[in-house]
C-alpha cells in the first residue's frame, strides 16, 4: 500500500472556477477526513466520512463546497465559484475504524486561486 | 478550538535530544495524547500518543505527567531531517471525534 494519495498536488485556477480535487485512502480505512489548512495555521477539520455515509460537516464548508465518497473508496471534494480565501492546502486523511486509532494524512493538493 | 498549548518555536542541535512540552490542562480522563509532525510541504505524520502511561516507539518517547496536565515528546537523537512543526493534541477515544490542530512548535534542528 502506497499511503493516502491525492491528486493534483498542485492546482492554480481563476477566480470563479470550479476545481475538484482526489482523495484514495489506504485500502482497508474505511474513515476518510478532509482537512484544509492555511499559511501558518494548523489543519482545519472540513469533513468525514465512514464508508460512503459523510457523517460530520464543519460550519467551514459552506455551500460552495461538496465532498462525495460513492462507493466508500475514493473521494473527491469540490469546490464551486472558487474565492481568493479558498487557497490553502487540502489534505486527505484516512483511519481505521476503531477506537485509538490515530490517522494517516496524504502529502495535500495546494490549491491557489489568482 | 485546540485544547493544547505549546511554545510557537524552539531550537535544537543536531544529534542532541529535542524535548517538546505541550500543556493540556483540561484534559479529561478518556482524553489521549496524540502527537503528529508535518515536515514542510507534506501531510502531517502521527508520531505516537498515549493516554497516562509513558511510551516509547522508534520514533519517540512521550511522558505524560501523573496528573495528566502536561506532556513533553522527546527526540532522542535530533537530525536535520526532524526540522518540523510538530503539534500535539488531545482527542476522546470517541467514534467519530476529530483531531483539533492547534499552530504548534515549529522545531529547527540546527547543525
Known amino acids: 500500500d502506497t499511503g493516502v494519495s491525492q491528486n493534483p498536488r498542485h492546482k492554480i485556477t481563476k477566480r470563479g472556477q470550479n476545481v475538484t480535487f482526489r482523495c484514495d485512502p489506504i485500502?482497508?480505512?474505511?474513515?476518510l477526513y478532509w482537512y484544509r489548512q492555511t499559511l501558518g495555521q494548523g489543519p482545519e477539520f472540513l469533513t468525514y466520512?465512514?464508508?460512503?455515509?459523510?457523517?460530520?460537516k464543519s460550519r467551514l464548508l459552506s455551500d460552495r463546497f461538496s465532498a462525495e465518497r460513492p462507493k466508500g473508496s475514493f473521494s473527491t471534494l469540490e469546490i464551486q465559484r472558487t474565492e481568493q480565501g479558498d487557497s490553502a492546502m487540502y489534505l486527505c486523511a484516512s483511519s481505521l475504524d476503531r477506537v485509538n486509532y490515530g490517522y494517516t494524512f496524504g502529502s495535500g493538493t495546494r490549491l491557489t486561486v489568482v | 478550538d485546540a485544547k493544547t498549548t505549546q511554545p510557537p518555536s524552539m531550537d535544537c542541535a543536531e544529534g542532541r535530544a529535542a524535548n517538546l512540552p505541550c500543556n493540556h490542562s483540561?484534559?479529561?480522563?478518556?482524553?489521549?495524547v496524540y502527537w503528529y509532525r508535518q515536515i514542510h510541504s507534506q501531510g502531517p505524520q502521527y508520531i505516537i500518543h498515549?493516554?497516562?502511561n509513558n511510551e516509547t516507539n522508534e520514533m519517540a518517547s512521550l511522558i505524560i505527567t501523573e496528573d495528566r496536565k502536561s506532556s513533553t515528546l522527546i527526540l532522542p537523537h535530533a537530525t536535520l531531517r526532524d526540522t518540523a512543526v510538530y503539534y500535539c493534541?488531545?482527542?476522546?477515544?470517541?467514534?467519530?471525534?476529530?483531531?483539533?490542530f492547534g499552530p504548534g512548535t515549529r522545531l529547527s534542528v540546527l547543525p
Open positions: 466520512f465512514q464508508n460512503e455515509a459523510q457523517l460530520e
Open positions: 485500502s482497508e480505512h474505511n474513515r
Open positions: 498515549g493516554l497516562k
Open positions: 493534541i488531545v482527542r476522546a477515544d470517541n467514534y467519530g471525534q476529530n483531531f483539533v
Open positions: 483540561t484534559i479529561s480522563g478518556n482524553e489521549y
